[in-house]
């Protein structure tokens, strides 16, 4: 479809209606396109070209079938061994127009009250796609109570913010927009504001038979953030070679007879030359699986078990912040929080639902000691007796051994 065309859809959408322009442009994007999240540099680098986002730049792109085509998806190595966790509603595939849009609304501050905060203020890729404040901080300077969560991974999590409170990140993505110390801003007069911008109303309705609302603004945004994903780790190659070693390991001193078992096993030994742990951190992913019990929480291959629990951080006070009791109003829940993804958990300090823990080697003095001990404390909660070197140990496994890299993004080239 030419540019010339594309601008034409685009203005008889205003006449006829979005609904049906959509179908027509539509109608070529039944097939699915296979991509692998983390590693198709295309998904999040935006709309090509330099600058501010113009219509006939955004028309042009908007008009190539393929942009729309719902993306049959695949997980890089490690995060793979959770792709029968993920999580994608019915009503919302994964196109890559419908990311893009996704990519601009995340890094746009218009959604705000006043122009100044944007998702990526407090889920921001520079800082691991959290904020290394405290607490989330919005309009005004305001400050909320609670660190920021990270917005990568999201795909194969169902139940948002610490304590759960959002059934899907489509709920979860519009929340902070109409939050008064976060975006501060409404729902009509956010969706007000994009329909007033014609690139914004442009591809809302190409993306979406019912062009802009605030439910496509929640679509959008959750369909770019599931295309958020973790690279391999060290701990990944590692794996490999330990469940190679195990499953081989009566036929390792007569590889050199198996040349195609000697070629995996060299190709395996390889990579783990190219992305190393030091001798600490293999003796901190002992311990993680082992004597520091973390793998109680922090379990599968996005070491999270998407579960709460009270670890006494913050019950020493006199009115806690009761986490995920304040939603299911159930005793047991009082105090827990949902346990976050340790995959490139060093990129994005403070720790904690409340930010009180800095470094990594105060959350694993920590876990050491038990937590603080309160009525609904998480039997998972015990004193580990690890010595000051084993503490340093895990510590060098959660940062060398689990940090992988994050996909290429384009933070800029938005629209006009």
Not at 73 to 89: S, W
Not at 171 to 193: K, L, R, S, V, Y
Not at 235 to 258: H, I, N, P, R, S
Not at 304 to 329: A, C, F, S, W
């Amino acid at each position: 479809m030419s540019a010339a065309f594309g601008t034409v859809a685009a203005l008889t959408a205003s006449t006829i209606g979005p609904a049906a322009v959509f179908a027509a442009e539509n109608e070529s994007a039944n097939t699915k396109s296979a991509v692998v999240l983390g590693e198709d540099e295309s998904l999040l680098s935006g709309i090509p070209g330099q600058g501010l986002l113009s219509v006939e730049q955004a028309t042009e792109w908007m008009s190539k079938p393929e942009v729309h085509q719902e993306l049959q998806i695949d997980l890089p190595k490690g995060i793979k061994a959770a792709l029968g966790n993920v999580f994608i509603p019915a009503d919302n595939p994964m196109t890559r127009a419908k990311i893009e849009l996704g990519r601009q609304l995340y890094f746009d501050p218009r959604l705000s009250s006043d122009n100044t905060i944007s998702c990526a203020s407090c889920h921001n890729p520079a800082e691991g796609y959290g904020a290394q404040t405290r607490f989330g901080v919005g309009v005004d300077g305001q400050e909320g109570g609670r660190n920021s969560p990270v917005s990568y991974n999201r795909i194969v999590s169902q139940a948002q913010f610490w304590d759960g409170r959002a059934a899907t990140l489509e709920d979860q993505a519009i929340g902070p927009i109409a939050n008064p110390i976060e975006m501060g801003n409404t729902h009509d007069a956010c969706i007000a504001d994009l329909a007033a911008n014609p690139v914004y109303k442009l591809q809302f309705n190409k993306v979406f038979e019912d062009g802009i609302s605030i439910e496509n603004v929640g679509r959008a945004l959750a369909a770019f953030e599931r295309a958020i994903v973790t690279g391999p780790t060290p701990y990944d190659f590692q794996k490999d070679l330990d469940t190679f070693e195990t499953v081989f390991a009566d036929d390792l001193e007569y590889l050199d007879e198996e040349p195609e078992l000697k070629e995996q096993y060299d190709a395996i030994k390889a990579a783990i030359e190219k992305h190393p742990m030091s001798e600490s951190a293999k003796r901190g992913m002992k311990l993680f699986f082992g004597k520091a019990n973390c793998t109680a929480c922090h379990a599968g291959a996005n070491f999270t078990d998407e579960q709460y629990h009270n670890l006494g951080v913050g019950m020493e006070v006199d009115q806690p912040d009761l986490g995920r009791y304040e939603i299911t109003k159930d005793e047991k829940d009082k105090g827990a929080f949902k346990t976050p993804t340790l995959r490139n958990i060093a990129l994005s300090p403070p720790y904690m639902h409340d930010g009180s823990q800095e470094t990594l080697e105060e959350v694993v003095a920590w876990y050491n000691k038990g937590g603080h001990p309160n009525k609904w404390l998480s039997d998972k909660m015990k004193p580990l007796n690890l010595t000051k070197q084993e503490e340093a140990d895990v510590v060098a496994f959660m940062k060398e051994g689990l940090t992988g890299a994050f996909p290429k993004i384009q933070t800029g080239r938005l629209p006009l």
